[in-house]
């Protein structure tokens, strides 16, 4: 079992920079895939980047990290525009992140950038 814990979400204006944290619980965390996914009022759940995709929406502006000694995933956000705003949600799987749903999610924590 692994539970992800996200952080670091905010309101943040056009332009601007923050850093999500997901923190993980759980044995041998460091051997599943993870990624993050975000999801806009009135809009579908949708990819945004893992360790071997980003998705074209946020290219050259997002990267994705971690650090295994601390359990934890990090998502870098610069350059943000409004359209990034989007409950950001962590998720792990065994397998991978891109097909289907993965196994295990986080609560999501709220990104708002401002205009």
């Known amino acids: 079992q692994v539970q992800l814990l996200e952080s670091g979400g905010g309101l943040v204006q056009a332009g601007g920079s923050l850093r999500l944290s997901c923190s993980a619980s759980?044995?041998?965390?460091?051997?599943?895939?993870t990624g993050w996914f975000r999801q806009a009022p009135g809009k579908e759940r949708e990819f945004v980047i893992s360790f071997s995709k980003t998705a074209d929406s946020v290219k050259g502006r997002f990267t994705i990290s971690r650090d295994n000694a601390k359990n934890t995933v990090y998502l870098q956000m610069n350059s943000l525009k409004p359209e990034d705003t989007a409950v950001y949600y962590c998720a792990a799987d065994p397998v991978s992140v891109r097909r289907g749903t993965p196994d295990y999610w986080g609560q999501g924590t709220q990104v708002t950038v401002s205009s």
């Open positions: 759980g044995r041998a965390f460091s051997r599943y895939a």
